[in-house]
């Protein structure tokens, strides 16, 4: 067997690892699972990395479980919260579950036939016949509570210092988790719960139950764990999210343009630690753009490919050269290539810079740019700004330079909706007509 921890290491994807899991991932094919909670019905690029994991597993020669928490997710993990989480009802949570199934689907070929072949479940398949007491006879027994209230997320909430304290709801999520890799080791003979850093304690506590509810057979109460580092920008602030929040691994939610520009704006500390994370580009190679990008990082190459690679990965070759064009033609030195984007594409690109809504009838009799840098949109603070600037030669309506004799009609429109204001090289302002 390659060595997978040897891989996943130097790219950064190892965080803890109980003793003997990389001997038995180099002894044999493995059997390994990692869990999704269904809370949204898709999953934004902080769950990358659990896929990405399940694919280097698959790539490795051992066999991916992604399961699906239909139970678990009528629960809750309290890993990491401050509060209790508000239960989904049992339709949303339904739907959840197999909007995520799809997502997984696009990165692991469920139906494949091989002997490894990746394998997707959902764990309210075995927990919806398990009666309460059944199950506290035949699980709850086997972990104490002092063994429970060790685990962090149990002693946050438990201090007051987060929160109002925990459910019992809550407090048995960590062995409803441990009773799913039982299960899947009973089932698929799965030796390995694979996670984030913040799932050390549940995950923990699944080897300890296997471990428990098999001590008479030495061979079957083996289990392992590990968990990859939870990501973070270099900044500090929150890895995943732009400014309109997550940014997700389906077009419905997050638009193949959004996606790649999150990836393209990224840092360079940022983008030379993601490459590695994110992509499956081999050691050499990622060295070699590294170091391509240090020679002119103002072009950016680092963040290109990057941005490309998880295009491929995510979306299509078709996304991604509409990702690029679309790029591209907002700064191109006229406006034709964004004349070839229909509306949704312009408000996709125009996102994020200064805008202002102006109604469509105004320009019935043309709107004189003076009235319209100021009064009508607010892009300049005062008539007499805007005269200075139009004198300077520095405004631009649609790439173009205009004077003070320009007057604005119909016919400038974009798409027949907007407009592109312009002060200077990287002063830019939209104008809606509605």
Same mark, same amino acid.
């Given at each position: 067997?390659?060595?997978?921890?040897?891989?996943?290491?130097?790219?950064?994807?190892?965080?803890?690892?109980?003793?003997?899991?990389?001997?038995?991932?180099?002894?044999?094919?493995?059997?390994?699972?990692?869990?999704?909670?269904?809370?949204?019905?898709?999953?934004?690029?902080?769950?990358?990395?659990? +896929?990405?994991?399940?694919?280097?597993?698959? $790539?490795?020669?051992?066999?991916?479980?992604?399961? =699906?928490?239909?139970? *678990?997710?009528?629960?809750?993990?309290?890993?990491?919260?401050?509060?209790?989480?508000?239960?989904?009802?049992?339709?949303?949570?339904?739907?959840?579950?197999?909007?995520?199934?799809?997502?997984?689907?696009?990165?692991?070929?469920?139906?494949?036939?091989?002997?490894?072949?990746?394998?997707?479940?959902?764990?309210?398949?075995?927990?919806?016949?398990? !009666?309460?007491?059944?199950?506290?006879?035949?699980?709850?027994?086997?972990?104490? =509570?002092?063994?429970?209230?060790?685990?962090?997320?149990?002693?946050?909430?438990?201090?007051?210092?987060?929160?109002?304290?925990?459910?019992?709801?809550?407090? *048995?999520?960590?062995?409803?988790?441990?009773?799913?890799?039982?299960?899947?080791?009973?089932?698929?003979?799965?030796?390995?719960?694979?996670?984030?850093?913040?799932?050390? /304690?549940? +995950?923990?506590?699944?080897?300890?139950?296997?471990?428990?509810?098999?001590?008479?057979?030495?061979?079957?109460?083996?289990?392992?764990?590990?968990?990859?580092?939870?990501? *973070?920008?270099?900044?500090?602030?929150?890895?995943?999210?732009?400014?309109?929040? $997550? %940014?997700?691994?389906?077009?419905?939610?997050?638009?193949?343009?959004?996606?790649?520009?999150?990836?393209?704006?990224? !840092?360079?500390?940022?983008?030379?630690?993601?490459?590695?994370?994110?992509?499956?580009?081999?050691?050499?190679?990622?060295?070699?753009?590294?170091?391509?990008?240090?020679?002119?990082?103002?072009?950016?190459?680092?963040?290109?490919?990057?941005?490309?690679?998880?295009?491929?990965? %995510?979306?299509?070759?078709?996304?991604?050269?509409?990702?690029?064009?679309?790029? /591209?033609?907002?700064?191109?030195?006229?406006?034709?290539?964004?004349?070839?984007?229909?509306?949704?594409?312009?408000?996709? +690109?125009?996102?994020?810079?200064?805008?202002?809504?102006?109604?469509?009838?105004?320009?019935?009799? /043309?709107?004189?740019?003076?009235?319209?840098?100021?009064?009508?949109?607010?892009?300049?603070?005062?008539?007499?700004?805007?005269?200075?600037?139009?004198?300077?030669?520095? +405004?631009?309506?649609?790439?173009?330079?205009?004077?003070?004799?320009?007057?604005?009609?119909?016919?400038?429109?974009? !798409?027949?909706?907007?407009?592109?204001?312009?002060?200077?090289?990287?002063?830019?302002?939209?104008?809606?007509?509605?």
């Amino acid at each position: 067997m390659k060595n997978l921890v040897e891989e996943l290491q130097w790219r950064g994807l190892v965080h803890d690892m109980m003793p003997g899991t990389e001997e038995q991932l180099l002894k044999e094919p493995t059997t390994v699972y990692i869990g999704f909670d269904p809370t949204s019905d898709s999953l934004h690029i902080g769950s990358l990395v659990p +896929i990405i994991l399940l694919k280097h597993l698959r $790539n490795f020669g051992h066999r991916p479980i992604a399961l =699906v928490g239909g139970a *678990t997710g009528m629960i809750g993990d309290p890993s990491g919260k401050s509060d209790e989480r508000n239960l989904l009802d049992e339709e949303t949570l339904n739907f959840n579950v197999n909007g995520i199934k799809n997502v997984l689907s696009n990165f692991l070929d469920f139906d494949a036939t091989d002997e490894n072949a990746p394998i997707l479940v959902n764990n309210y398949d075995w927990m919806k016949e398990f !009666s309460f007491i059944n199950f506290a006879r035949d699980v709850g027994k086997r972990i104490t =509570v002092n063994y429970m209230m060790a685990k962090d997320s149990v002693k946050k909430r438990l201090s007051g210092d987060a929160g109002e304290g925990m459910s019992f709801t809550e407090f *048995t999520y960590q062995l409803i988790q441990g009773y799913d890799f039982y299960h899947l080791n009973k089932e698929y003979n799965c030796l390995l719960q694979m996670g984030g850093s913040d799932q050390w /304690g549940n +995950i923990t506590t699944g080897t300890e139950l296997v471990r428990r509810m098999n001590v008479d057979n030495e061979e079957r109460s083996k289990a392992y764990a590990m968990t990859c580092p939870l990501i *973070t920008k270099a900044d500090g602030s929150k890895f995943g999210k732009s400014e309109g929040g $997550n %940014v997700w691994l389906t077009a419905d939610k997050t638009s193949p343009y959004k996606f790649y520009q999150f990836w393209l704006n990224t !840092s360079d500390v940022d983008a030379e630690k993601y490459i590695k994370i994110f992509t499956f580009l081999d050691k050499e190679t990622i060295e070699a753009v590294i170091a391509e990008h240090n020679e002119a990082p103002h072009l950016r190459v680092l963040q290109k490919r990057l941005a490309e690679e998880l295009m491929l990965l %995510v979306h299509s070759k078709e996304d991604l050269d509409s990702a690029i064009f679309a790029s /591209g033609a907002f700064f191109s030195k006229d406006m034709s290539d964004l004349k070839t984007l229909n509306e949704n594409q312009l408000a996709e +690109i125009f996102e994020g810079i200064p805008q202002a809504e102006v109604s469509l009838s105004d320009l019935n009799e /043309g709107i004189d740019i003076v009235t319209l840098l100021n009064e009508k949109t607010g892009f300049l603070v005062s008539n007499g700004e805007a005269r200075r600037a139009l004198k300077e030669n520095s +405004i631009s309506v649609n790439k173009e330079k205009v004077t003070e004799e320009f007057n604005l009609t119909s016919n400038d429109l974009v !798409s027949n909706k907007f407009v592109l204001l312009q002060r200077g090289k990287k002063n830019y302002f939209v104008v809606k007509f509605v």
